[in-house]
């Protein structure tokens, strides 16, 4: 996977994780991806509901350690 911008939003409550993804998917050409590290359990239904409101696409979505992973594409 060819991400092109990464954004660690650990620590962050919601909404700032949702706010910096939004921020990074503007730097970023239609089709490519933005990889998003959160550690709120609360950003798992807030990314999905983001997606689905924007046009994005969450591409994949998996959790390790207490920490999320969303990577998205730019519509």
């Known amino acids: 996977m060819d991400i092109k911008v990464k954004v660690d939003a650990s620590g962050m409550s ?3 994780p949702i706010l910096k993804a939004s921020q990074a998917v503007k730097t970023v050409a239609s089709g490519e991806l933005v990889e998003v590290i959160a550690t709120d359990p609360g950003s798992v239904k807030d990314f999905a509901a983001w997606a689905a409101a924007t046009g994005h696409s969450l591409v994949e979505h998996d959790s ?3 920490k ?3 990577v998205l594409r730019h519509k």
Do not use: A
Request: net charge positive.
């Open 64 to 66: 390790s350690g207490g």
């Open 68 to 70: 999320f992973r969303f």
């Open 14 to 16: 919601c909404p700032l």
